[in-house]
C-alpha cells in the first residue's frame, strides 16, 4: 500500500510540474494575444505556441521558418528564410529540475526512491509526448523524438539527484546500501564520495553567485545602453513587455555566458565575435537590449577575474576540510587529492552541460554561433577549480587540526576502556582511590584533604 501511495504522489508531483511549466507560458501567452489580436483572434494557434515554447525551454532546438508574405513585407533575404534557435531558455528548465529533485527527494524519505523516480518519469514523459504530438506549428517546427525524449530526460536527471541525495544520507535497504557496505570495507575511501558531491556543490555555489553578481554589476554601470537600444526598437508597450519577458527567461542563461566569461574562454555574439576577459572582438550585434551589457573593450589586466573560479575551488577544499575534522574523519594525502580531482571534475561537468544548453544559433548567418564553447569553458573551468581545491585540501594540516585529531582519538581510545582500566594520575595531597571503590569515586572533595590552605590574594 505504501509503495503504491508514493507511485501516486510521484506520478501527481510530475503532472504537477509539467501543468506548471505549461500554464506559466499559457497564462501571459493569453493575455498577450487578446490585447494584441482582440476577442477575434485566431486561438487555435495559441496552444501550439505555448507547447512549442515548453519544448524549447527544456532543449529542444527549433527550426524556423519565415513565411514568404512576411519576407516580402519585412524586405528580409531569401537566404535569411530559415534558421536553427537552439540557445535554450534555461528558467524553464531550471524549474522543472528543482521540481523533481523536490519529489524524488520525496520519495527517497518514503523508502521507494527507484519506483517514485521511475513513475513521475513515465508519467512526464506521457506529459511530454501529447505536447509534442498536438503542439505543432508551421513556422517553428521541433524535432518529434527530442520533444518527446530531452523533457522527461531533464526531469528524470533532477528526480534522480534529489532521490539519491536523500538515499545516501538515510539509507534506502538496497543498492545504495550495498554500495556504502562496500565502500565502508575501505574506511579511509568511504568518505570520498560525499566529500566530492558536497565540495562541487559549493564551488558551483561560488561560481555561479560571482556570475550572477558580474552580471548585476554590468547591468548598473551600463543599464543606459539597454535602455538606449530599448528605445531604438521603436516598439510599442505590448512589444516592449514580450521583449522583457523573453529575456527575463534567459537569465540563467546569461549567468553561464558570464561563468564562461569569469574563467577565461568567454563568449561569442556571433561567428568571428568574441567577448573574453582578455579582450573583446565585436562586428555588428543584434539590437537586442540585453546585448547593451557587452563590454566594448577589455585590458589583459581583466584576466585577473580568473581568480574568482581558483577562489571557488578554495572554498569548496575549505568546506570540505573543515567538514572532514568536524566528523573527525582526517583523511591521507591520496584521498584529499582523489577529493580534489574529484570536485573539479563534477564542477567542470556541470558547467560543460550548461554550456552545451546555454550555446548554440540564434539567427540566421553569423548569428549560428553564439554562446560559450563547451569544450574550452570545461577544461578552463576545471583546471581553476582544482587548484583553488588542492591549495586548501593538500596544505600541510595546522596544529589546531592536529591538536583536534588528538584529543579525538585520544577520547575514543578512553571509551573503550573499562572504568577499572582507566589511568590514575596522582595528585599531591590527594589520596589515591582504594582498589575496590576505585570505579565510583573517582573525584575527592579538596575540603576533605588534610594540609590544603586557599591561596591567598598575596603576590610577591
Known amino acids: 500500500m505504501q509503495r503504491l501511495l508514493v507511485a501516486l504522489l ?3 508531483d510530475a503532472a504537477i510540474a509539467a501543468a506548471v511549466g505549461l500554464v506559466v507560458l499559457l497564462a501571459p501567452l493569453t493575455l498577450l494575444w487578446t490585447l494584441a489580436f482582440g476577442i477575434t483572434a485566431d486561438w487555435g494557434a495559441l496552444w501550439p505556441l505555448t507547447g512549442t515554447l515548453w519544448e524549447f525551454g527544456h532543449g529542444v532546438p527549433l527550426a ?81 523524438l527530442l520533444a518527446i525524449v530531452l523533457p522527461a530526460a531533464v526531469y528524470f536527471v533532477g528526480a534522480l539527484c534529489g532521490a539519491v541525495r536523500v538515499a545516501w544520507e538515510e539509507g534506502d535497504g538496497g543498492i545504495l546500501d550495498r554500495l556504502h557496505d562496500r565502500l565502508d570495507v575501505h574506511e579511509d575511501w568511504a568518505p570520498v564520495p560525499a566529500a566530492v558531491v558536497r565540495g562541487a556543490a559549493f564551488a558551483l555555489v561560488g561560481v555561479v553567485g ?9 547591468t548598473l554601470f ?49 561567428v568571428g565575435t568574441a567577448v573574453s576577459p582578455a579582450g573583446t572582438q565585436l562586428g555588428v550585434v543584434p539590437g537586442v537590449p540585453v546585448f547593451g551589457l557587452l563590454p566594448e573593450n577589455s585590458s589583459m589586466w581583466m584576466l585577473i577575474v580568473v581568480l574568482v573560479p581558483i577562489a571557488a575551488g578554495a572554498f569548496a577544499g575549505w ?29 567542470a561537468g556541470v558547467g560543460g552541460i550548461a554550456a552545451v544548453l546555454a550555446n548554440g544559433s540564434m539567427g540566421p548567418g553569423r548569428l549560428s554561433e553564439v554562446g560559450p564553447a563547451a569544450l574550452p569553458f570545461m577544461l578552463a573551468l576545471g583546471l581553476e577549480v582544482l587548484v583553488g581545491a588542492a591549495i586548501l585540501l593538500l596544505s600541510p ?42 570505579a565510583f569515586d573517582d573525584t575527592a572533595p579538596l575540603d576533605d584533604v588534610r594540609g590544603f590552605r586557599p591561596p591567598t590574594g598575596n603576590r610577591d
Open 222 to 270: 551600463r543599464g543606459g545602453e539597454v535602455v538606449a537600444l530599448f528605445q531604438a526598437s521603436r516598439v510599442d508597450a505590448l512589444g516592449a513587455t514580450v521583449m522583457t519577458l523573453a529575456q527575463l527567461v534567459y537569465l540563467p542563461t546569461l549567468i553561464v555566458w558570464a561563468a564562461s566569461w569569469l574563467a577565461g574562454p568567454g563568449f561569442a555574439v556571433g
Open 64 to 144: 524556423v521558418t519565415i513565411p514568404d508574405e512576411l519576407l516580402v513585407a519585412l524586405a528580409i533575404p531569401a537566404q535569411a528564410a530559415s534558421f536553427a534557435v537552439s540557445i535554450t531558455p534555461l528558467a524553464f528548465l531550471l524549474f522543472t529540475l528543482l521540481f523533481a529533485a523536490r519529489s524524488g527527494a520525496r520519495a527517497a524519505a518514503a523508502g521507494t526512491w527507484l519506483l517514485g523516480v521511475l513513475s513521475g518519469t513515465v508519467v512526464f514523459t506521457a506529459i511530454s509526448t501529447a505536447v509534442a504530438l498536438t503542439a505543432r506549428l508551421d513556422a517553428a517546427q521541433t524535432p518529434l
Open 319 to 347: 568546506a570540505v576540510r573543515s567538514r572532514l575534522v568536524w566528523e573527525g574523519t582526517p583523511l591521507g594525502t591520496a584521498q584529499r587529492a582523489v577529493i580534489a580531482v574529484g570536485i573539479a571534475v563534477v564542477t
Open 397 to 438: 594540516r595546522h596544529r589546531d587540526e592536529l591538536a583536534e585529531e588528538r584529543t579525538d582519538r585520544w577520547i575514543a581510545e578512553m571509551s573503550e576502556l573499562e572504568p577499572s582500566q582507566a589511568p590514575v594520575v596522582p595528585v599531591p595531597g590527594i589520596p589515591l582511590p582504594r582498589a575496590h571503590d576505585q
Open 210 to 218: 560571482t556570475a550572477a553578481l558580474a552580471l548585476a554589476v554590468m
Open 10 to 12: 510521484a506520478a501527481f
